[in-house]
């Protein structure tokens, strides 16, 4: 009975309207499934137009303990915006796109509201037509969502420069499992009043309450930018040449790193790099303190080829954006993946060791990632199907043996749920679920998320 | 007996050594009494000298049901980390000062950790020492402690360049009511594993849990650093030539504003500014994109007056750096101080209407502070100790007409504990009260701080 019973899917119609709660399985099937074919679950498909609808719907919800899982775009790659596969619990999918607007940009407190279901494009587009950026980007853009976002805590490609979407949180709106709304809406800087509550709910993955709307900060545009490729010859190598652009004065917006497997897979689909490589560097950087390729002659004699353009560089920014597309397409299996970060000084480590296995096993490795933040996206192709678990967990007890993060940017959601264990100690779990329990005292948030048991 | 009885008394004795139990008024005073002068409780004064016995007083005081508030450099003007005056419960002071250590810069992975009781300023040497820097800064680096810093999410006069503390969190540890030791400890830029409770225990004042170490994040030093001290007709003016220097392309490491009441009080103290004018911007840029008088003077008229210097200047600081001393020293009763920030539109709004408030009142008002963050702090002179209540209760709800936050970056303590309604609705307070009796069952961290029933 995971969809809920005739009495609730009536009131949740009363709410939110007949042509909005989805109980036929093929059309509910887009919501159910998440975004790699992995986790599907059983569901209410329910689409509020408003805050004050997603109000009504968690007050249905609670009143008859129906679980609740929010969903923005559905572009997550842990499990963490379907229902639990398997439960058999009355269970609503509550999908925020229809909250999709955003307001007016002020220039002056440069900040932005934008609804949960808003995509990431849509700010990004508001923020740079009042010549403002948002401090955020990445691959998923065009459908990702802010409220997903905040969610999960997105990294992407210039946390580097301007922080993580936590960072960006200046006010929230979210409903409480109970019904009521928490709203924090100032535009303000500072605001030291009691506890930071905007960010323990970023990066709650929809186990404390919905997000509906969020305030961004909003940031200059970035000036005089400028975008090279780098060949080295490993990962330590880029990371010098990144601190010796960073030495000339130039800001470092972002920092990418590509291993050779996926340089030349991607080669071998028609987006090939100028170059013939080791490790690829795609460095992106802002202020005019002289010719880039100055900067990188004085990295000496870590850049063994380099190719530098001036703007926006679309060349190499698809050389890097192609890697995900390219690696599905290229595995006989579903492609093993794994989103970690190390300490910086262990990343090549990291990447030597994940290849090591990757050969041992004779299944390929495909590493690319965020070099400045020690994130490393592992991808494993070819890995048998039977073999896939046992292949992650290998992987992220590798992760934690140096010292890192079994989940840098993704969150944990359903897939890694278990693993919990290997980057927060008893008591660090403890009080997460204290606060669960406190602020959602039914349990009826997204189970089964963050949380591996019910 | 807010002195805890014998038999706790020798627990305690017991764990950190007769010395390091203070329980004569004298010895103890300096402690029990905050930075204000405003605000003195009784307790034992009780200076673990690590984590192990911080979690050890906890455990203690957790089975006496004795009342635990934590202070670091005890530099706070809020109330916050001396005991509730006219409170009979036992209670001890915690002083975390002996947790003093500064661990080695990890110059790859940028942070380097620091107990609790270790000063802004040694941190600030041992990151120059790594050719780095840490982030925070204001003027009371040499006693105000990292722990204190963390536990009030400190902002000061970088913020504009590199966030508040809270963003600085790279690791902590932490002793929770119950003894038990919180430890988050990796030197990740992402790792998003369930809640982000060091975000939480950032700004929570020593009500969930003690703030032990703090590993930090650093960042690189600046680089070609500029300050102008600029006078300008008014603070709308003074926005005007931040966006335009900003505009120039060089980075703004900090934009503060003094009215011309203060500039003149200091300047009667001897410190003088170089010119007289309406309103002084102290700014200071990092980027050598050309002469900062360029930039200045393409801010047209909104630049009355203009003194530019290289490098770091000391004189530019100590203009604004000797209000609040010269400020204490010129008034007749203690001085009225609130630290409130409102948009960055209405600070001109703002401060006009202090002024107008204090003229009709017959009193001096001084405002100065960080005009990037739009956090302004109000300083009423002269104020007859019967009116001071009522003279800070009107410019909070002044703050709050105009959007603003009660507690910028001072916090809430107990000061301004009675006043967080004006900042925040009873969903988000019943919110916070719902995760303080979570961590804190028995209610012991820090009672009457931010939640004025205890």
Known sequence: MAIPGPDVVRALRGIVGDTHVLTEP???????????????????????ADTAEVADVMRACAAHSVAVTPQGGNTGLVGGSTPTPGDDRPWVLLSLRRLDTVGDVDSQGRCVGAGAGATLASVHAAAAGAGLAFGVDLAARDSATIGGMVATN??????????????QVLGIEAVLPSGDVFT?????????????????LAGSEGTLAVITRVLLRLVPAAARTAVALVGTVDVAAAQRVTRSIEASGRLIEAAEIMTRAGVDLVAAAGVRAPFDSGTTLLVETAGDTGDLSEALAAAGSDVVDAVVEAGPAREAWRLRESHTET???????????LDVSVPLDRVQDLVDRVDRLAAAAGVRAVQFGHLGDGNIHVNLLDVPLDDQCTAADRVLRMVADLGGSISAEHGIGRAKAASVGLGRDDVDVAAMRAIKSALDPC????????????
Chains 1, 2 share one sequence.
Request: proline residues 8%; aromatic residues 8%; hydrophobic residues 40%.
């Open 26 to 48: 093929d059309v509910a099937a887009s919501y159910l499934t998440d975004w790699t074919g992995t986790w599907t679950g059983e569901a209410a498909v329910v689409r509020p």
């Open 154 to 167: 997105a990294g992407g490609i210039r946390m580097i420069r301007h922080g993580d979407t936590r960072a």
């Open 184 to 200: 924090r809406w100032r535009p303000l800087r500072k605001d030291n009043v009691g506890y930071h509550l905007p960010a323990l």
């Open 327 to 337: 690696i599905a397409r290229s595995s006989t299996t579903p492609v093993v993946k």
């Open 443 to 454: 349990g009826i948030m997204n189970p089964g998320a963050i949380f591996a048991d019910p």
